[in-house]
Nanobody, 114 residues
Framework: QVQLVESGGGLVQPGGSLRLSCAASGIIFRAMAWYRQAPGKQRELVAIITRAGSTNYADSVKGRFTISRDNAKNTVYLQMNSLKPEDTFVYYC??????????WGQGTQVTVSS
């Protein structure tokens, strides 16, 4: 059974940091990514990392967010620094497998507010 279990969201003040984790079980991923979505809006890509370690980021988070992975644990992380109120979204973990199937986590709320 495929599962993506996310953790690490919450409430943080502007300028603060959070670290999201996503543990995948039941699959071997080709790439994993973090997306975010506001109510009524399209889900947008935040950062992506391949199994080989190549990364790509949305312009809005470059220099502030870092995606990393632990292949042995089948886990991906998103370190978010210098958070801004406009980073307030539900964040979703995505895993893409070698047969090009996408799986999604349940989402975790990140709220940046004073």
């Amino acid at each position: 059974q495929v599962q993506l279990v996310e953790s690490g969201g919450g409430l943080v003040q502007p300028g603060g940091s959070l670290r999201l984790s996503c543990a995948a079980s039941g699959i071997i991923f080709r790439a994993m990514a973090w997306y975010r979505q506001a109510p009524g809006k399209q889900r947008e890509l935040v950062a992506i990392i391949t199994r080989a370690g190549s990364t790509n980021y949305a312009d809005s988070v470059k220099g502030r967010f870092t995606i990393s992975r632990d292949n042995a644990k089948n886990t991906v992380y998103l370190q978010m620094n210098s958070l801004k109120p406009e980073d307030t979204f539900v964040y979703y973990c995505n895993a893409n497998t070698i047969d090009d199937t996408d799986y999604w986590g349940q989402g975790t709320q990140v709220t940046v507010s004073s």
